[in-house]
């Protein structure tokens, strides 16, 4: 498992005095109402020479540990500073830094920026290190798109080198073969059965940036237009799943801030640069300047724009992933997941079906409303149940087993092994979303860790009310929301956490904000159960409106031998959901054997078909991976 950074401590290491007010912490930013392609493009271009100033700027001359590969990118993007640059880059190339993959894709950008600026030292010195440092290809979807693109592209830039010069003892020729394999079977798994780490609030930046410098500096013709067509797609699927550009869950991989802060991920610097419609987070998040260097070779589409911010009607969107590869205790290798999204102007609600996705940071389901500035705000809720076991860590990852769960607090994933914790996926969880109904049943064994259901409850919710019916409604900006809990339960503070001085890793202390901050709703009952109903402010008269329009729905429900809830949502259907059976709606189980690869108003995909079609109003783009084709049209 790769030494996990934060966002956080990244941007401390990055920030530096600046020449003027950056945008993420500037206003909100507003989309331009000139909405014309060209306008778009320079409102675009506009974000990104921002980032790139912002980072030279913090780059000082007389303090060579100021430049770091960050500066560098900016510095070579904006033509600035070559001999400066140079001298640095030969510094740095005598110790390579530990960063494996993460190391790879910042010295590639840096080598094809630099082609006609560095010196021939520097040149020479970059080159040398891709023979004597050995950088890990790592164990997870995100690393291999990265060290794959990397090793490809290098591969390139010297094509005729022998394996020898090569920290892979393969030729050049063998290690573009090899890298183009992998990536193309990649793509072919994301177009087909979907990606497996899908909704990324921080690893959408570790399949963009790679897939931006195949379009940017592949020679070779299919490895360009691959790239071009897998950035498209995931900024379609970005645009698709934000709600003023904040993605909200459910998330394969996410991290405890951006569950409690939606907004507080990689992500949005991408819908920030790409839409204009969210600030960026802090250091424009760490690795936007990598992507920031070449981004003016790409011009984000037209039709994906409109998708990212027209909230003007409802839709739901059905989408098939898959799990992260399992290598032990798992008769299937990758197995499905069916991911439910229903967005509104005021809420957005998404799930998958429950189970394990990925052993430590998946998040799987959630309510997120809208909120006029999103930054410092944890406008979301949902419940969980606190799995924790070696057992599941062993499925996902190829490390001996002494020590997995301790180890992780070291890699900046503290709260793996607590029974608080508020992010993570649990074999014992099985949820069912129509619309904006969620309900989300449990049945954990006993003697499993932990015995217990959190159900997060934001700080910044207001008129929470406990009522007699068991129901629990708040507010939270002009979204209702009720919430069921199916147990006897009991409020606890929600701990954060401290990162501590540490020579050694991460080390961490727990921190409570007492009733200023966010809470956990605690129900220790083995069988167990959520129900969730949102709705928008101005459906209704008034909050004790909304409130009599929920306690009047029919509801029953029991909790033995297996949870069975039966209601009526507020939308009127009918459903019951038991756990381990297929949910039933209207009287028709939920067929997950029919959900096609996208469904949806704006993207629609065929399982196995390799072809995705966007559109909006009159707008249509079709990626064609069969083909290697891009289609556009205008429909009258």
């Known amino acids: 498992m790769k030494k996990f950074i934060s966002l956080l401590a990244l941007a401390a290491l990055l920030a530096g005095p600046t020449f003027a007010q950056p945008a993420y912490s500037g206003p909100m930013p507003v989309p331009p109402s000139d909405t014309r392609t060209d306008a778009l493009r320079r409102a675009y271009l506009d974000r990104v020479k921002e980032v790139l100033v912002w980072y030279s700027a913090t780059a000082k001359p007389d303090k060579p540990e100021t430049i770091g590969t960050g500066q560098i990118v900016a510095k070579l993007a904006l033509h600035q500073d070559a001999g400066l640059v140079s001298q640095r880059i030969i510094e740095l190339m005598k110790q390579p830094q530990t960063g494996d993959m993460f190391w790879m894709f910042p010295w590639a950008a840096i080598s094809f920026l630099g082609r006609d600026q560095l010196s021939a030292e520097a040149k020479a010195a970059i080159r040398d290190a891709w023979r004597t440092y050995f950088p890990m290809r790592g164990d997870t979807e995100n690393h291999w798109a990265m060290y794959y693109s990397s090793l490809f592209l290098m591969s390139e830039l010297y094509p005729d080198d022998p394996a020898g010069s090569w920290f892979t003892g393969k030729s050049s020729a063998e290690n573009r073969a090899e890298a183009k394999g992998y990536l193309i079977h990649w793509m072919d798994l994301a177009t087909t059965i979907g990606q497996g780490e899908y909704n990324p609030t921080h690893y959408i930046g570790e399949y ?5 410098y195949l379009a940017t500096w592949s020679k070779d013709p299919e490895m360009k237009i691959r790239g071009h067509m897998m950035l498209d797609w995931l900024m379609a699927e970005l645009a698709d799943n934000t709600l003023n550009g904040v993605l909200r869950g459910p998330n394969a991989r996410t991290t405890e801030e951006s569950v409690l802060e939606r907004w507080n ?6 819908s920030w640069t790409m839409f204009g419609n969210t600030p960026p987070p802090a250091a424009y998040g760490g690795f936007g300047i990598f992507f920031a260097g070449a981004a003016e070779n790409y011009q984000l589409p037209e039709v994906i724009y409109h998708i990212a911010v027209d909230r003007s009607q409802d839709y739901i969107q059905r989408d098939l992933k898959r799990t992260r590869r399992r290598w032990r205790y798992s008769d299937q290798f990758m197995p499905p997941v069916y991911k439910t999204s229903y967005m509104r102007r005021d809420y957005a609600v998404g799930s998958y079906q429950g189970g394990q996705s990925d052993p430590i940071q998946t998040h799987v389901w959630d309510v997120t ?4 500035d999103p930054r410092g705000v944890h406008n979301t809720l949902f419940s969980m149940h606190p799995y924790a076991s070696t057992e599941v ?3 996902y990852f190829t490390e001996q087993p002494d020590g997995l769960i301790d180890s992780l607090s070291g890699q900046g994933k503290p709260s793996f092994g607590v029974p608080d914790k508020i992010l993570g996926a649990s074999p014992y969880e099985r949820v069912f979303q129509d619309l904006d109904t969620v309900v989300a049943l449990y049945d954990i064994p006993p003697g499993t860790s932990y015995p217990r259901i959190n159900g997060f409850f934001s700080k910044d919710l ?4 406990e009522d007699k019916s068991g129901w629990i409604f708040v507010q939270g900006g002009h979204t209702y929301l009720a919430y ?8 606890e503070h929600l701990l954060g956490y401290r990162q501590l001085p540490s020579a050694h890793g991460y ?7 007492g009733e200023q901050g966010d809470k956990l709703l605690v129900s220790e009952h083995l069988k167990n159960g959520t129900i969730v109903q949102a709705a928008s402010a101005d459906e209704f008269k008034s909050f004790a409106a909304f409130q009599a329009a929920i306690n009047a729905l029919p509801l029953e429900f029991r909790l033995e031998p297996v949870p069975v809830v ?4 507020l939308r009127g259907k009918q459903v019951t959901f038991t756990y381990g059976q297929a949910p039933v709606v209207d009287g028709a189980p939920l067929d997950y054997t029919k959900w096609k690869l996208f469904e949806g108003l704006y993207l629609n995909a065929e399982k196995g078909s390799r072809r995705l079609t966007i559109t909006h109003g009159q707008l249509k783009r079709v990626l064609d991976f069969n083909t290697l084709t891009i289609t556009d049209s205008v429909t009258p």
Not at 369 to 372: G, I, L, S
Not at 566 to 569: A, E, P, S
């Open 507 to 513: 080390k961490w202390e727990r921190v409570d904000k």
């Open 369 to 372: 409303w809208a909120v006029p």
């Open 484 to 491: 069921r809990p199916l147990a006897p339960f009991h409020w």
């Open 208 to 212: 963009a940036i790679p897939m931006l």
């Open 265 to 270: 991920g990689l992500s949005s610097f991408f």
């Open 566 to 569: 039966k209601l009526t949502t």
């Open 462 to 465: 207001t008129q929470i009310t």
């Open 393 to 395: 860590l062993q499925m």
